[in-house]
């Protein structure tokens, strides 16, 4: 049994045919080949595979692909602009917001869903809010500080 | 995880009409219970009806003196939402602590009380706040609806629509988290309405329930002094890796004195 998923990825159209089970994580690595998105816990705990589908961040490990028909996603892959990093992104490099990286595509797309909704954060609505996402570098300070950076930055428009 | 035929209901009767002509048919409300489930193979179903597309089983809505919120509505519209905030802030309280902001974007109101869990948060409002579920075939109110572990009055198919809480005077929702999960350890919700005082308690056993002895004394006086003395009895509680069951009678004591702190404060 397959289902075709159509869907707008980082403003594209695509599609692809998968199985019904198929998570929508598997969908963008093992599909579409956007591997920007990671796969740390697979349980909906560690947020390595935090996407937005319709400008909100989920879990993509905890969601099926045809659950995205149809919709809005952004990926870590639709950030950068031309060649120049987001904000989010510029900001994390600069205050050194990751050690191994692998938890930064997700730490990233959760940032800019805080951030939409309240675009100047206190320290504790960052940490509070990172509540489902996981460093296993233990680097959190400097992914607040990137945060707090990046969503700075963005209230400038830079 | 197994193999489905996965369809996206477009109304409650074609939900309904689906999950009759397939062999063994699921609900799907936010899925972030079910697609984990799924995923261990602890459940596999024939077919995965999601509900996501039925647009009139979200909103939240004023009714009376009551709020009336949609069974699809997610975790995060009920946490901001500024109807829930003015009138009944514990409820917004309460959803604003559900696992993470993720899985608050996908969860829903009416998935976690279908599911039942024994340490999810909902049901200590439900059976706190007096609710009434409805369905697509009737309505239920809180005290009848959860009657076991991951155990409902749900008949088979059945789909719930909304869930009528009205507004109390006062309330409040404390919990202890389990700190990797944030489900409740114990949670309690403690309600003054104009017919009485309830206090109800998720997490702690099999299912919700209310502590009869607390609701007396605090409608005699409600204040957190009143239920310091009052312990459950830890027979039948809830033991495991995380707490044993006189640790949960003990927070039970614990989370409904500030529960009454916070309602008065």
Known sequence: ?158 | MYNFKYQRASSLDDASKAAAAAEDAEYMAGGMTLIPTMKQRLAQPSDLIDLGGIASLSGIRRDGDALAIGAMTRHAEVASSEEVKSAIPALAALAAHIGDPQVRNRGTLGGSIANADPAADYPAALVGLNATVKTDRREIAADEFFTGLFETALEEHEIITEVRFPIPEKAAYVKFPNPASRYAVVGVMVCQAKDGVRVAVTGAGPSVFRVDAMEKALATKLSPQAVEGIKVPEDGLNTDIHASAEYRAHLVTVMAKRAVAAAIG
């Open chain 1, 1 to 158: 049994m397959t289902v075709t998923v159509s869907m707008t990825l980082n403003g594209k159209k695509v599609s692809a045919d998968v199985e019904e089970r198929t998570l929508l994580v598997s969908l963008l690595r093992d599909h579409l080949r956007q591997t920007g998105t990671h796969v740390g816990c697979d349980t909906s705990q560690c947020g390595a595979c935090v996407v937005h589908v319709n400008d909100r961040s989920v879990k993509s490990c905890t969601m099926l692909a045809s659950q995205v028909d149809g919709a809005d996603v952004l990926t870590i892959e639709g950030l950068a602009k031309n060649g120049e990093l987001h904000p989010m992104q510029e900001a994390f490099r600069d205050n050194h917001g990751l050690q191994c990286g692998f938890c930064t595509p997700g730490m990233v797309m959760s940032a800019l869903d805080l951030v939409a909704n309240n675009p100047d954060p206190s320290e504790r609505e960052v940490r509070e809010w990172l509540e489902g996402n996981l460093c296993r570098c233990t680097g959190y300070h400097n992914i607040v500080k990137s945060i707090l950076a990046g969503a700075k930055a963005m209230r400038k428009g830079g």
